[in-house]
């Protein structure tokens, strides 16, 4: 009985305890306070905390991750259509359409490409023709538990695996597409000239897929070297910045930069459903006579444009400030902006861990916020978001990362649909009416 009477005791006493440590904390209670209404977070916690210490970590965690919720960036919300990544849609089978998949590209394949291509069928209207070398994907699709997933997809008609030869692998040269003619790079590519896929994706050597895209589909008339065009995320967490070039071209003439900010306008109203995109173009200044030599001249071609919006240049702290929809640059700036974006969220994160408290009030405040800071870091990280277009070749071309995982596979098919389904081809072949500018 006097044990019993000693718990009853010391339970009220550690509730009380921890109580008054969660309103002290201000560096906890501030941050989940602003991120919902105030009173009403306030009358949640104090509604908890009276029924054990255990039940008052997990209704703040789950308190913590429904409110920051709305705050994290989505980048690609515009093309989501706004909802959750994990949403299963009701698809009509008659408007899906199909997409080719390099099934042996990547750090990772097949397995993560052929998990993200079966996610994929269930929420987005498309159809996967899977390149590969079968044996290794039915192995694979063995191993990870998907078999009689991918087998249900063949039997609905969604789903076709197309065998292939040897795969070029992340390291080789470009020029092995011409040596391993029957590589699941060079297949997918075909299907899309034969017209047998609307877009492909590979998450494969980017600089195979470049010269298999230039090699097997072509470039457009009126285009001189393909860019390769990436999301960035900016404030607003509905209006991405489309960046481009961020790796293709390492020297660029002013043409090329001039050639980008077409594609880059067509893509940006076509697929973002931006009615007049703003054209930026990288500089260390915003005056005209700031820059080198290409930026200059580059700006000379960009301000006389009357086919686009350009609204001057760029610097790079406004990347990402949502005043521009497209930014222009030569590869070389492209994948230093691209590369430094991605080191972004784990620095964020890593500053956000050291700011929380040590011993056990570090503890309990990670408990209620580690979850939504690794959910604000992938969503910083461009590597979790899909991938990005090869624009300024015959077709339509989506580049995924070389570590995507299924989820990363998922967003890129949706901007391979959403690029297929918007008549962005159509609006290209349009550049070949138009007598490319030359300097």
């Known amino acids: 009985m006097e044990s019993d009477s000693r718990n009853k005791t010391s339970r009220p006493r550690a509730v009380r305890r921890l109580a008054i440590w969660y309103r002290r904390n201000a560096a906890v209670t501030t941050f989940v306070d ?24 997990s209704t703040a965690g789950s308190m913590a991750r429904n409110t920051l919720q709305p705050l994290v960036f989505d980048p690609l919300r515009r093309l989501q259509g706004g909802g959750s990544e994990l949403d299963k849609l009701d698809i009509n089978d008659s408007e899906r359409v199909w997409i080719a998949v390099d099934g042996m590209g990547g750090d990772h394949a097949p397995g993560p490409i052929l998990e993200g291509c079966l996610k994929a069928i269930e929420r987005l209207p ?21 078999l009689d997933l991918l087998n249900q997809a063949i039997d609905d008609g969604v789903f076709q695996l197309v065998p292939s030869g040897e795969s070029i692998g992340m390291d080789d040269e470009a020029t092995a597409v011409r040596k391993k003619r029957d590589s699941s790079i060079n297949l997918a590519m075909d299907l ?21 895209a230039i090699f097997r589909l ?26 481009l070039d961020v790796g293709a071209n390492m020297d660029c003439k002013p043409t090329y930069l001039h050639q980008f900010a077409l594609l880059g306008n067509i893509y940006s109203r076509d697929v973002l459903q931006i009615n007049q995109p703003r054209i930026g173009l990288i500089n260390i200044g915003e005056e005209a006579c700031k820059g080198n030599d290409l930026s200059q001249k580059t700006y000379e ?31 070389f700036t492209g994948n230093v902006l691209l590369k430094f974006l991605e080191s972004v969220g784990g620095v964020l994160l890593d500053v956000l861990r050291a700011e929380l408290p040590r011993g056990r009030r570090g503890k309990v405040g990670s408990a209620f916020l580690r979850s939504n800071l690794k959910r604000i870091k992938k969503r910083l990280d461009h590597a979790e978001h899909g991938g990005a277009l090869l624009l300024g070749v015959n077709g339509i071309c989506v580049i995924g990362h070389g570590s995507s995982k299924a989820l990363s596979v998922v967003s890129a098919l949706r901007i391979a649909h959403s690029a297929a389904s918007h008549g962005v081809m159509e609006d290209l072949a349009n550049l070949q009416q138009t007598k490319a500018i030359t300097i």
């Open 218 to 243: 072509g470039r457009l008339a009126g285009i001189d070297r393909p860019a390769i065009g990436a999301l960035f995320p900016t404030k607003d967490p509905g209006q991405p910045v489309l960046v």
């Open 34 to 57: 602003t991120a919902a209404n105030s009173a009403s977070a306030a009358s949640n916690v104090a509604g908890s905390v009276v029924s054990s210490a255990g039940s008052v970590v």
């Open 301 to 331: 071609l960009l301000d006389t444009e009357e086919r686009f919006n350009f609204v001057g240049n760029c610097e790079g702290r406004d990347v990402l400030s949502g005043e521009f929809d497209v930014v222009v640059c030569d590869g």
């Open 126 to 146: 498309l159809r996967i023709k899977f390149v590969g070398e079968k044996e290794i994907v039915l192995n694979s699709a063995k191993t990870i538990g998907i």
């Open 192 to 212: 899309v000239k034969k017209g047998e896929a609307q877009a492909v994706y590979s998450a494969g050597n980017s600089g195979a897929l470049m010269a298999a």
